[in-house]
């Protein structure tokens, strides 16, 4: 079945020590999104790429960053964790054409633990 | 002011029940609108699109008045599978959605 997959879909690191999170999708979707949902808040988007083109949010610290090697896969990189980063990470994806707009689809999550 | 605000609830029902959920944006330049369902500790996932006036699936009816700027989902003869977290979200343009914080439905036996 085609997907969007997260992994690991738990991580527990160390204040301060630098963190990896991966998305791949299956469905050829061009547009794949990161977000950071704490408890009881709303999903953030925090970036963006539509195809090879990187679209950050305004209020998204530096200490996020992001990459995306081919369609499938996108990776979230936190260098420095601090207590406050501890959340849930959803990667989503989407086909998108100029103009127009299609729903997104949400992988399960990774829930970031920081010691 | 947060661009999409929702009654974070809880709503408690019995089975049975008809339970509507109403949602407010601020931006008068929101193209379409969507609902989202959340389980616990789980992804959003869809449950209706709003584009029009709005939108019916089974015993879920979404509606939407651009006048006030707000949307409704109403739920009838509500089941226990229906607890979860519903959030309303607005397509305000180009790729970008924004999320309310979403509205805590508890359905009891």
């Known amino acids: 079945d085609a997907m969007v997959i997260q992994n690991p879909r738990y991580q527990v690191t160390q204040f301060g020590k630098p963190v990896t999170l991966s998305c791949s999708q299956t469905?050829?979707?061009?547009?794949m999104y990161w977000y950071q949902q704490k408890s009881s808040q709303a999903p953030k988007l925090l970036f963006h790429?539509?195809?090879?083109?990187?679209?950050n949010e305004a209020d998204t610290p530096d200490n996020f960053q992001s990459r995306r090697p081919n369609t499938s896969f996108c990776f979230l990189d936190i260098r420095s964790p601090g207590l406050g980063d501890a959340a849930m990470y959803l990667c989503a994806t989407s086909r998108s054409d100029r103009g127009s707009y299609n729903e997104q689809f949400f992988g399960p999550g990774t829930r970031l633990t920081v010691l | 002011r947060k661009e999409v605000e929702q009654d974070p609830g809880p709503f408690n029902v019995p089975e049975g029940a008809t339970v509507a959920f109403n949602c407010t944006y601020s931006?008068?330049?929101?193209?379409?609108f969507f609902w989202y369902r959340q389980d616990c500790r789980k992804e959003p996932k869809l449950l209706m699109s709003v584009y029009s006036s709005g939108n019916e699936d089974g015993r879920f009816t979404a509606q939407l008045n651009r006048a006030s700027q707000y949307i409704s989902l109403l739920i009838r003869d509500s089941k226990l599978s229906d607890s979860a977290t519903y959030l309303c979200v607005a397509h305000l343009y180009g790729n970008k959605l924004v999320f309310g914080a979403g509205t805590i439905l508890r359905v009891k036996s």
């Open positions: 469905l050829n979707h061009n547009v």
């Open positions: 790429y539509y195809d090879k083109d990187f679209n």
């Open positions: 931006n008068s330049a929101s193209q379409s």
